[in-house]
């Protein structure tokens, strides 16, 4: 076994031992997180011009925030100020 081999080797079993170390340990048999009462996120795809976006992207980085987190703050405020059509669209449709 030539030395690349051996210190290939070395790294690969500490790095499968200090996965297998640092694992939670399993509740009742389940992994993960504990569900709770939570409204989980939806995916969506949007369109938007790539300059606008890179700029974004860049606010993001700066402030240490993910875009995700950013266009879901920007989505909140647009809904609170838009409530009166949400209770249109409440009564057009029934609900």
Known sequence: ???????ESRRRSSVVGSIVDSAPAAVNGKKG???EDR????RVSLSVLPSLYEDIQKI???QRRSV?????ELME???AENVSSISEFDVITKH
Do not use: C, N
């Open 60 to 62: 993001a980085y700066v």
């Open 39 to 42: 409204e989980t996120k939806k």
């Open 1 to 7: 076994m030539s030395k690349l081999e051996e210190r």
């Open 68 to 72: 995700s987190d950013i266009m879901s």
């Open 33 to 35: 997180r504990p569900k």
């Open 77 to 79: 405020g647009y809904r």
